[in-house]
């Protein structure tokens, strides 16, 4: 039996880029749960669960990289309105090094393969 190789295989962003999409988004200011679901599809993440990113921002409240507050709306119910903590903001720069150096290891990956890609084209030519 013959595969057939597929055009191309997804493979995703790691399962926890999450997080630091959300410290990034609120590093850059205080935001509530729907705008901050709204913002993440600008960086790669058009799918967020909003119950998954609600969780995350709990999950970071209590681990104090965030913190939230009820505010009033004129338009609504109340919201609640994260912000980031100079721990967060501590995390947010560790992660930013670590997302630095899984992109230098995606980009030697890329080239790489590139380098083959180009070898088997021009052997079959």
Do not use: I, K
């Amino acid at each position: 039996m013959t595969r057939t190789p597929p055009e191309e295989v997804a493979v995703g962003l790691p399962r926890n880029y999450l997080r630091p999409c959300l410290l990034l988004l609120l590093a850059e200011g205080t935001s509530h749960g729907y705008e901050l679901l709204e913002q993440v599809a600008a960086l790669g993440l058009d799918r967020v669960d909003p119950g998954g990113l609600y969780r995350s921002l709990r999950a970071m409240d209590e681990e104090g990289l965030v913190r939230s507050t009820w505010q009033p709306s004129t338009t609504g119910p109340a919201r609640r309105t994260y912000e980031l903590t100079d721990e967060g903001r501590e995390w947010l720069h560790a992660v930013a090094g670590s997302l630095a150096e899984f992109a230098r290891s995606l980009d030697v990956y890329r080239r790489r393969y590139e380098a083959l890609a180009l070898d088997a084209s021009q052997a079959r030519t």
